[in-house]
């Protein structure tokens, strides 16, 4: 029994007292006894246990418990407490940077308002994360209240973060296994299975210059490659297994990027209006996915484009006319999509391209005269279409030409003799039309000509003996 005193004995069953001892004891031993408390002999071996024991469950308690009450202490309105229960530690938002930030990014259309009031989009996300989990700290550059403009290191600051941000979307977007099934109506068995081939540096404190697949533009203290943040000039992520849509973020926060070569990856959906914002791109690489819908209609803002590639996905709708206006434009690869209708006439405008490649898709009409003014290409593959009419005339005027594909289609009339002026021609592939009449003497000297397919036509005649002058 336990009294109300402080000084407590502990003694054990069983031990023994002397005879005589208990002879010299005063009444005062028994009004101790009544101040002890009397425990097994096995406690009392194990007393040394119990105590650390005890001592270990109370730090327990302490260091569950504390972290709870200083949060709750400090915390500001609009922030989430952190739920020691919960699967992890979740450090509280700062809102009113967040929300700093958030109002720039609106400011400048980068991303739409409802995505980033929405907690459940990658939007958010990116922005709560560059606020709360960036280990990098990045921040909108201070201004006075006067609201003087930016100048200088400050619109690159901003515009580094505006990046970061989007980055951050992108990966968001293409990562997070809810998100990909959405968008491409799909279900994730294993979080493996959509996982980046490489992503090294990405969600981390360095950098995003120093991020996989993205270079920057050189600074001028730092040279072209260094731990910062700076205008990204490449995003180069081929064939690395990214799964799911591309952000309109990718287009509205890159305005000094040059190649965007995301081709061989499993990205769908449909490509934006917000392309066109990309004014300094000079590559665009998107082939090797399945991408669908048109494209957009005012992608002729492109004007720096050299390099369209789009092929081998599932676009459809007509070329759009605003095409003619990247004047740019070297190689123009379009094939084995759902492309139809006719070939733009404003594809005469594009005086430098080398390469045109528009087969397998399902376009209709004649091939344009207008062609002939391309006169630096050097390869038109149209086959495997359904145009229809003759073969012009005019693409004899097309000296640099070495390749013609016009095969496995509704092409009629006769073989112009004009092919016979292209003196670089050293593929020809007209087979599988509905051409008549008799074979050209001028083909017999091309003396370049390697590859020549005239099969499964309606041509006539006989074979004339210059032809057996050619050498393959």
């Known amino acids: 029994r336990l009294s109300s005193q402080s000084n407590v004995n502990i003694s054990p069953f069983g031990v023994d007292r002397d005879d005589d001892d208990d002879d010299i004891e005063n009444n005062n031993y028994y009004q101790q006894q009544r101040h002890r408390i009397i425990l097994p002999t096995c406690c009392l071996d194990n007393l040394k246990f119990i105590c650390a024991l005890s001592l270990l469950a109370v730090a327990l308690v302490a260091i569950i418990v504390a972290p709870s009450v200083l949060v ?48 459940s989009s990658p939007q958010y996300k990116a922005l709560a994360w560059l606020v709360r989990d960036d280990e990098r700290h990045v921040d909108l550059p201070q201004i006075d209240d006067e609201g003087s403009k930016m100048t200088g290191n400050n619109v690159d600051d901003e515009i580094a973060l505006f990046q970061r941000y989007a980055l951050a979307v992108f990966w968001f977007q293409t990562t997070d296994a809810e998100f990909v099934e959405e968008s491409l109506g799909m279900t994730v068995e294993n979080p493996r299975d959509i996982a980046w081939n490489n992503a090294d540096g990405w969600m981390t404190s360095k950098g995003l210059c120093l991020w996989y697949g993205v270079t920057c533009h050189p600074h001028q203290s730092y040279g072209v490659k260094y731990d910062g943040d700076f205008h990204v000039a490449m995003l180069n ?48 690489f998107l082939n090797g996915n399945s991408f669908k819908g048109q494209l957009p209609d005012n992608i002729g803002a492109l004007r720096s484009l050299q390099n369209l590639n789009v ?57 344009p005269p207008v062609i002939s003014q ?12 359904m145009l229809n009419g003759p073969i012009p005339t005019e693409i004899g005027e097309l000296k640099e030409l070495r390749t013609l594909y016009l095969d496995t289609n509704k092409l009629s009339g006769a ?4 092919l016979g002026t292209l003196y670089k021609l050293d593929d020809l592939q007209i087979y599988d039309n509905g051409l008549k009449g008799t074979l050209p003497l001028e083909l017999a000297f091309l003396s370049g000509l390697t590859t020549l397919y005239l099969d499964a036509n309606g041509l006539t005649g006989s074979l004339p003996e210059e032809y057996g002058e050619m050498h393959a």
């Open 311 to 367: 092929h081998d996905n599932e676009f459809d709708g007509p070329i759009p006319v605003s095409i003619g206006e990247l004047e740019n434009l070297r190689e123009l690869g379009m094939f084995n999509n759902q492309f139809s209708g006719r070939i733009p006439l404003s594809i005469g405008n594009l005086k430098n391209l080398i390469a045109l490649y528009l087969e397998s898709n399902q376009l209709t009409g004649n091939i």
């Open 237 to 284: 992520l081929t064939s690395n297994n990214i799964h799911g849509v591309l952000p309109g973020e990718l287009f509205t926060a890159f305005l000094k990027m040059t190649v965007l070569d995301l081709h061989q990856n499993e990205l769908a959906g449909t490509l934006g209006r917000e392309l066109a914002n990309m004014v300094e791109l000079e590559d665009l």
């Open 72 to 119: 709750n202490r400090n915390n500001t309105e609009g922030e989430v407490p952190w739920n020691p229960w919960a699967g992890g530690k979740e450090t509280p938002l700062d809102m009113a940077r967040f929300d700093r930030i958030k109002d720039r990014i609106l400011e400048h259309r980068i991303s739409h308002a409802s995505v980033l009031e929405d907690p």
């Open 374 to 385: 391309l006169t630096a290409l050097e390869d038109i593959r149209l086959r495997n279409n």
């Open 415 to 418: 073989i112009p003799t004009e």
